[in-house]
Structure formats: C-alpha cells, structure tokens
C-alpha cells in the first residue's frame, strides 16, 4: 500500500518554458503532500509542503511565484515550474503521507533537464 | 548544529558483514524515525520505521532508537552488494514536519 505516482519521470525542454509533474496518492488520501529536489551528489532539499485546499508552504529561498504548486484535491498536487532556466535543472521528487507521524512514501521522481 | 545529522560516509563493508549507520537529532520532541534507501538516480525508498525505545526487526535489518541519547540506528546484517545506496535517516519534529538527514552513503564490498 501508499503508493505515491508521479508524472512525467523525464522531462527536457527549452529555457523559458513552464513544466507541470503532477504527483498522485494511489491508494491513500494526502491531506499533505512534499516537494523535495535533488542536485547531483547531494541530498534531499524540502522545497514546500503541499496542503489540500489551501496554499503551499514554501521553504525559506525557494521562490513562490517561480515554483507554483496546486493541491486541489486529497489524491493529487501538481508543481509547475515557470519559465524554467538550466539552473532549475534537477531532479524534483514529490512525497505523500496519510498521517503527520507516518512515513512518507516517494513518488519515482521527475528528473528535469532545461537546454 | 543540523537538526539530524548522519555521518556521510562512504562507509565500506565486506559482504556478508553488519553494516551499522548512525543518526543523531536534535528535537527531544521528535515522535517517529524512518530510514530510507536512496539508489543513485532514484527516488527514496522506505526501509524502517520506529516510534518507542529499543530494537525493531524486519528481515536482514534492525533499527534501534534510544531516546535518551537522540540516536536511531539501522544495522544491516549479512550485508550484500545490493545493499550499496545512501541512507537516508528521517525525523519527525515536534512540529509534526519531517527532517531528513543528509544521508550516508554505504558501499559492499565482494
């Protein structure tokens, strides 16, 4: 069980463009919803905390406005990076929990390249 | 200091050895502690959780927490060469937000 789906695993466009990954809990409902990101050799960085029906809560240097994320219903949370530019090249992972104080399960991540 | 804090190794283990890992945290509030493993280029994969003091086993590994001390431990028995990824350990803070530590990285050698 918590099995957590994400879309697409691989993305590469041009500089500019905005990129959707949606992330979805299978078999649970996620009031709360993680976006983490990963640079090469180097570990997990939280980048907001995605609530059901209100706004994110982004982590201190990550831009808001850059990094728009939707969590519209209990089963799916979506983060769009805008007018992305190589250095938002990485690899976004999304996660979901039933409870606060169970674990988190991962989506399989999305690794995004920008040209 | 980093509200958990793991060593980021590498850490070498000949086959067939215990590999033990070690992660300390902060937050005396903390309620729950997960391990996780982190293949290169793959998303974290749930390995253990625990909530009270003492040893829990599941299989090959072994997770111990002392509260105490704010130290959670996974050993890993008759370690095998699948077994080289990071390890990720994680803390749930007082504030009901997840921590994570910035992983170890364990190598089995044949």
């Known amino acids: 069980g918590a099995v957590v789906s994400q879309h697409p695993s691989w993305v590469i466009c041009k500089s500019g463009t905005s990129v959707k990954i949606e992330c979805r809990s299978l078999?649970?409902?996620?009031?709360?919803m993680f976006w983490y990101r990963q640079f090469p050799k180097q570990s997990l960085m939280l980048m907001a905390t995605?609530?059901?029906?209100?706004?994110?809560?982004?982590e201190q240097g990550v831009e808001k406005d850059k990094f728009l994320i939707n969590h519209a219903s209990l089963t799916l949370s979506t983060l769009t990076v805008t007018s992305a530019h190589p250095e938002d090249s990485s690899f976004y992972i999304c996660?979901?929990?039933?409870?606060?104080?169970?674990?988190?399960?991962f989506g399989d991540g999305t690794r995004l390249s920008i040209l | 200091q980093k509200e958990v804090e793991q060593n980021s190794g590498p850490l070498s283990v000949p086959e067939g050895a215990i590999a033990s890992l070690n992660c300390t945290y902060s937050?005396?509030?903390?309620?729950?502690f997960f391990w996780y493993r982190q293949y290169s280029g793959k998303s974290p994969e749930l390995i253990m959780f625990i909530y009270s003091n003492g040893d829990k086993e599941d299989g090959r590994f072994t997770a111990q927490l002392n509260k105490a001390s704010q130290y959670v431990s996974l050993l890993i028995r008759d370690s095998q060469p699948s077994d080289s990824a990071t390890y990720l350990c994680a803390v749930t803070s007082s504030a009901s937000k997840i921590i994570f530590g910035s992983g170890t990285r364990l190598s089995i050698r044949p």
């Open positions: 996660s979901g929990t039933p409870y606060s104080n169970q674990p988190q399960h």
């Open positions: 078999d649970f409902q996620a009031t709360t």
């Open positions: 995605s609530n059901e029906g209100s706004k994110a809560t982004y």
């Open positions: 937050d005396r509030g903390s309620q729950s």
